[in-house]
């Protein structure tokens, strides 16, 4: 079984949730398993060792961004295996000292997310890591803040994707998810 067979056959799906007409892939099943989570964070570094950074002017990684709040299950541990920082971007009002911030329409009502200011330089390749992509809302307003800060996003990079779901493309870096549903 390759590894995303394997990924893919941990997660469970609950239809109905958190709202009617919502279908929510758990991911929660990957972290509860060591070898399996072990496997998730290898697939991804592997990904972006031998596919992201060819493709970078600077052959680097200088900072991995990861989305509130299941995206730090992940970001912190890429971001020590790539030899990179690690920068949340979380929800309004929860980060200390002066932040920029985007508002974004999600798959059910409108949020703002905020990243601290100085966090990221001018010129710096950035990895946007987060669990899943739906509509691509918080995606896009990640790699907003990003943009503000003069950064610039080589990748996107989800466990899963919801095919069907995503009503946004970005042409400025790719989308890379293990499993893609529909």
Aim: with cysteine.
């Amino acid at each position: 079984m390759s590894d995303v067979e394997y990924l893919r056959s941990l997660l469970t799906e609950y239809m109905d949730f958190p709202k009617p007409g919502i279908s929510f892939v758990d991911i929660f099943p990957i972290l509860r398993n060591p070898l399996a989570f072990e496997t998730l964070i290898t697939h991804f570094v592997h990904h972006i060792l031998s596919q992201t950074i060819p493709k970078s002017l600077l052959k680097k990684v200088d900072v991995v961004v990861a989305l509130d709040a299941r995206g730090f299950l992940l970001g912190p541990t890429i971001a020590l295996r790539l030899g990179a920082a690690f920068v949340p971007v979380r929800k309004k009002g929860k980060l200390p000292g002066p932040c920029v911030s985007v508002s974004y329409e999600k798959e059910y009502g409108v949020d703002v997310f905020e990243m601290q200011t100085g966090v990221i330089q001018r010129g710096q390749n950035i990895i946007v890591v987060d669990d899943l992509i739906a509509t691509g809302g918080s995606a896009k307003a990640a790699g907003q803040l990003v943009e503000m800060q003069g950064g610039t996003v080589l990748e996107y990079l989800f466990i899963v994707e919801i095919v069907m779901a995503r009503d946004w493309q970005y042409d400025k870096a790719p989308i890379y998810s293990i499993v893609q549903c529909s």
